[in-house]
């Protein structure tokens, strides 16, 4: 069901038909009346030329042309598709026959008119197809409209098409697809950036990272090797989902809104239920709710979800995020080491048929096994330090000169972390293991088998990045609750990103959970890996981004204390000057030549200034 849930449809009384209504076609009354509630006044057909460019104003009366003899430009009807670009390029064999009565579909990218005959390119999910059209075959009768009017004049770049004929080489050689018939599916009244290629070069790319990210969508129509990207994403996850299925684990589901953010150090999002009245939190981390399920018994559970962390944006990191949980009963880090560098390994060959990949011009091997190097050694190898047994105190002492930034609220974890992260994590290039961390770093880790100071965990780095983390879980409720008690006491010194205390999960680990190990990656991060990329903005279809800025425009009273018109205000902000201060800039006479061909262009209406007016405008004080 389209609304799902259970819920009624909003619509109750049957819809009443009119003419208009049938064709798809809106009054002018009522498109009036909508704009007069959201405006507080009508959108008159001057209004629409002002704001629609000329290519917008030209699409949009093809789409009336197109109703007018009768061809309906967004139809209901289904099309149905028996081949793709790729398929034809594929396994078309011209002594076979094959391919002799073909249907494809899809977006109109390029276009050779000509006389009787014409090219165009069409793009479907696959990829591009030539396709040759000719006037005698498409329009039998001797009526040249589909083809003359329809064809030529009607459609555009970017409009959609269904094409009916067969498959052959040109005379060039050029694998082409025959044209007997076609459908227009859907018209696009706003034009894509027009992308060109040329000997192999690539001129005016639609390459503007702020405008492909606000624009996926025609990030992805332009640029065919953005969605390459997205179809390795989904094999990344399907390979994974494979494996952990394989092993005969469960993949389940756990809530985003929480009554507490458990389960990492980080910063919540927070909501309100309304009818409960409470607060809530989007969820930072599925851990504490994944080892509940092991305490009620299941073997091995995992989780693709999305998490929420209030904090910064960067290159590498989004506040929403995609992250992969894992828990198996019996086991510990070491066999999670193991399990964890197979799935990478068979990860990087599903994806891109070899374990190596190539990361900011560095060859990163994916293959088994992987280096692993304590986190006490990694620091003492980069710094000469020693942090073993080393107080709070002393760790501050070792980051002033260390020349490693500190403040206040930072526990004895957070300042190794720090003189870590400003040492050894960029040095991390081909995959290492990162083992047995303090017990201050890691508040939901078992105690390390031979030393207490330490943890039994793991963190994966890759190109001088985290990939994921990994434990041998704490499974000691007495203990649990002594770490979370720690965590509180750095919430009170101010550490907005100490973890809550969650007594329900402390509660689950009394009636007792088994030895476990669980581990955490990041979806996002990992196919950045695995596809070369090295902004987490090219791996997210839709980027958190921070609001569009937008030109204010000077109000239409400082264009008319200077004697201008009212009604040729907007055009006048439509050419691009937004505030009346910018008039004094321009030169009289070509701004009275560009006011008069606007007006002419766009069949306006509007009484031309004379020149002795736009002079006074231009000359202002």
């Not at 579909?105 to 197809?129: N, Y």
């Not at 509940?292 to 693709?304: A, N, P, T, W």
């Not at 293959?367 to 006490?376: D, G, I, N, Q």
């Not at 009170?492 to 476990?516: H, N, Q, S, W």
Request: include cysteine; proline fraction near 5%; charge should be neutral.
């Amino acid at each position: 069901k389209r609304g799902g849930g259970g819920h009624k449809s909003r619509r109750t009384e049957p819809r009443t038909e009119t003419p208009a209504t049938r064709n798809g076609t809106i009054p002018n009354i009522f498109r009036n009346f909508v704009g007069y509630l959201i405006t507080g006044k009508t959108k008159s057909k001057q209004n629409m030329a002002i704001e629609l460019s000329e290519q917008e104003q030209l699409r949009r009366q093809s789409l009336t042309a197109l109703r007018n003899l009768g061809i309906e430009p967004y139809p209901a009807a289904r099309y149905e598709v028996t081949a793709t670009a790729r398929e034809i390029a594929e396994n078309f064999d011209e002594t076979k026959g094959n391919y002799g009565d073909v249907r494809i579909a899809g977006r109109i990218m390029t276009r050779r008119i000509m006389g009787s005959a014409s090219f165009f390119e069409l793009q479907d999910h696959t990829g591009r197809i030539q396709v040759y059209i000719r006037r005698d075959d498409i329009c039998p009768e001797g009526d040249p409209t589909l083809y003359n009017t329809v064809f030529k004049k009607l459609l555009d770049i970017g409009d959609f098409i269904g094409v009916e004929g067969f498959a052959f080489h040109t005379n060039t050689g050029e694998l082409s697809v025959h044209c007997r018939k076609f459908t227009v599916l859907s018209k696009s009244i706003r034009p894509l950036p027009v992308v060109k290629e040329k000997d192999g070069q690539t001129f005016d790319a639609f390459t503007d990272p702020e405008v492909r990210y606000r624009q996926r969508y025609v990030d992805l129509a332009v640029n065919p090797q953005v969605r390459e990207v997205f179809v390795k994403r989904a094999k990344i996850i399907s390979t994974m989902r494979e494996f952990f299925n394989s092993k005969g684990y469960v993949e389940v589901e756990t809530p985003i809104l929480q009554p507490i953010p458990g389960g990492a150090a980080a910063r919540p999002f927070i909501t309100h239920h309304n009818a409960l009245d409470i607060d809530q939190y989007l969820r930072i981390a599925s851990e504490l709710y994944l080892k509940k399920l092991i305490v009620g018994g299941f073997d091995g559970v995992y989780e693709f979800g999305k998490n929420f962390r209030n904090e910064g944006m960067d290159r590498t990191h989004n506040p929403e995020f995609t992250v992969m949980e894992i828990y198996v009963a019996y086991k510990d880090y070491l066999w999670m080491m193991e399990f964890t560098e197979q799935m990478l390994e068979k990860v990087a060959v599903a994806v891109n048929g070899t374990t190596e990949v190539t990361l900011d011009g560095k060859q990163i091997s994916f293959k088994a096994p992987f280096r692993r190097l304590s986190m006490t050694d990694a620091i003492r190898e980069k710094t000469g330090y020693d942090i073993t047994g080393q107080s709070e105190e002393q760790l501050r002492e070792a980051c002033k000169r260390l020349n490693v930034e500190t403040d206040a609220t930072m526990g004895k974890g957070k300042l190794i972390d720090a003189i870590f992260g400003q040492y050894c994590e960029e040095e991390l290039v081909q995959p290492t293991f990162v083992t047995d961390y303090p017990i201050e770093m890691s508040p939901l880790c078992k105690r390390h088998r031979s030393n207490p100071e330490l943890t039994e965990r793991f963190e994966l780095f890759v190109n001088g990045k985290e990939l994921c983390n990994a434990y041998s879980e704490l499974n000691d409720p007495i203990d649990q609750l002594e770490r979370f008690q720690e965590q509180l006491r750095l919430s009170e010194k101010g550490d907005d990103e100490a973890m809550f205390i969650d007594m329900d999960f402390v509660r689950a680990l009394e009636y007792g959970m088994p030895t476990c190990s669980g581990m955490g990656i990041g979806i996002d991060r990992l196919t950045m890996f695995m596809t070369g990329n090295s902004s987490i903005q090219d791996v997210l279809f839709f980027p958190q981004m921070r609001p569009e800025k937008k030109a204010v425009n000077d109000p239409a009273e400082k264009y008319t204390a200077l004697g201008i018109p009212e009604e040729w205000v907007p055009v006048i902000q439509k050419m691009g000057y937004l505030t009346a201060d910018s008039l004094k800039k321009l030169s009289p006479g070509k701004f009275f030549n560009d006011l008069c061909g606007f007006n002419k262009k766009n069949k306006l209406g509007l009484k031309a200034p004379s020149m002795e007016e736009v002079k006074k405008w231009c000359e202002q004080e």
